[in-house]
């Protein structure tokens, strides 16, 4: 027959045995270690040096003074002495110092549960941490709420050159990235492979301005989904930015957009047109409008494009684009239809001059027109005498640079007329 029990080693009573009560004293003390084990300290080492009656500690594999040559025992102080109790295999303790729960595997005391969710190597929920991973969780979704206002989700890096990011992932391999990686520059990173990536969008962390493949590289950029610039093809900017320059007026694929024109641009511009403006507009593949406007503001054209070919150049009629110019030789008006209209008053030679019946000024006076006529072109000339009865004007057109014009009169006069003159042509 055992003389105790195999767990808890308590003493059994044996048959005629004197003194009963004390080893049923003794089964009940160790009971009352065993059970709801609590001690005062985890691999204590030197007993305290006045201890309460019924205080417990879990021993380390070293102690010293009278708990000396007792490692991994359990330590009871009981009736003003020790009580030695070896823990088996599984047994529970709680560390009363720390609040934590400890369980007995082989020669250690191993923790359960820490009293605070504090300084973890890793929580998995339905899932394993691992060294990098330190949280894990395996689940549909995941909540992150607020406590009665709002809430933020915080990542938080060491330096500039680290990385502070979301990665979206497929079958673990890398397909979205967003954050600031490698500088404080916040980007957002596509790969299709996880291997190769494409920075899509980069906002720059000084001024705030983006770039990326999803912006346009430069303002002639056209290619399609990506987003416009402020000044892109020439829209939007605001006088200090570059206007993108018209390579050739008659290229059919030009984009949409406001451009200059210099006089190192190709193709066909409206007549007499120099250096300007042109905003185009596209319909489709093959149709575009243009919109020429000279730098001289003299010139306001538009054209069409359609079945593969170009329309003339065709004015803008309109007071608001009419030109009016005086100078010492008259004053000129041109319309944008090509119309141009030359006036100035002239004093004539008197006609005195005998010329056959009739009489004649010395000689004709020349009236160099204010601003020339269509090279190629003569204006139609003619006069009117403001104050002088009896006299009449011969006309001569001339070129498109000048006219000239004699004073007749049927009986010599001796004073000079004064009359007004007017030549009507083309300019264009």
């Known amino acids: ?43 204590a080492a030197t007993p305290p ?19 000396a040559g007792q490692g991994g025992a359990l330590a009871a102080f009981v009736n003003e002495a020790w009580l030695f109790m070896v823990p ?4 529970l303790a709680l560390d009363k110092s720390s609040g934590r729960l400890f369980r007995r595997a082989g020669a250690q005391w191993l923790p359960i549960a820490p009293q605070l969710l504090d300084n973890l190597e890793g929580v998995g929920i339905n899932a394993s941490y691992d060294p990098i991973n330190r949280l894990a969780v395996s689940a549909q979704a995941t909540l992150l709420n607020h406590e009665g206002g709002g809430h933020q ?21 890398g397909r979205a990235e ?49 987003l416009l610039r402020s000044g892109a093809f020439g829209w939007g900017q605001d006088g200090a930015q570059a206007v993108p320059l018209l390579a050739d007026l008659d290229d059919p694929a030009q984009p949409s957009g406001s451009y200059a024109v210099s006089a190192a641009t190709q193709g066909t511009r409206p007549a007499g047109a120099g250096a300007g403006g042109c905003l185009v507009l596209r319909q489709g593949t093959d149709a575009l409008a243009q919109v020429f406007f000279g730098a001289d503001g003299a010139t306001l054209a538009f054209r069409l494009r359609a079945g593969g070919a170009w329309g003339g150049w065709q004015a803008l009629h309109g007071g608001h684009n009419v ?19 030359c006036q100035h008053v002239l004093t004539l030679e008197p006609p005195a001059v005998a010329s ?5 000024g010395g000689a004709e006076t020349v009236w160099t027109y204010p601003a020339p006529f269509a090279p190629g072109t003569r204006p139609t000339l003619t006069a009117s005498p403001t104050a002088a009865p ?39």
């Open 1 to 43: 027959m055992q003389d105790q029990s195999p767990r808890l080693a308590l003493p059994f009573l044996l048959p005629s045995q004197a003194q009963k009560h004390v080893t049923h004293n003794e089964a009940l003390s160790r009971l009352d270690i065993a059970v709801q084990l609590a001690v005062e300290g985890i691999a």
């Open 49 to 67: 040096a006045l201890p309460e009656d019924g205080q417990v500690w879990a021993l380390g594999p070293a102690p010293t003074g009278a708990w």
């Open 88 to 91: 088996g295999e599984g047994w």
């Open 153 to 173: 989700l915080k990542i938080n890096k060491a330096t500039a050159g680290d990385t502070a990011s979301l990665l979206f992932q497929t079958g673990f391999g």
């Open 178 to 226: 967003m954050g600031t990686s490698g500088s404080d520059d916040f980007a957002i990173k596509l790969s299709a492979d996880g291997g190769s990536w494409t920075t899509a969008l980069s906002l720059d962390a000084a001024s705030g301005l983006a770039s990326g493949a999803a912006v346009q590289a430069g303002a002639l950029d056209a290619t399609p989904g990506r």
């Open 323 to 341: 030109s009016r110019e005086t100078g010492p030789d008259g004053a000129v008006l041109r319309s944008p239809d090509g119309t141009q209209i």
């Open 356 to 360: 056959g019946a009739l009489h004649a």
């Open 390 to 428: 009896g006299v009449w004007v011969t006309a001569r057109a001339g070129d498109g640079v000048s006219g000239a014009l004699l004073a007749m009169a049927a009986q010599p006069q001796a004073g000079a007329p004064e009359v007004v003159v007017t030549a009507v042509g083309r300019w264009a």
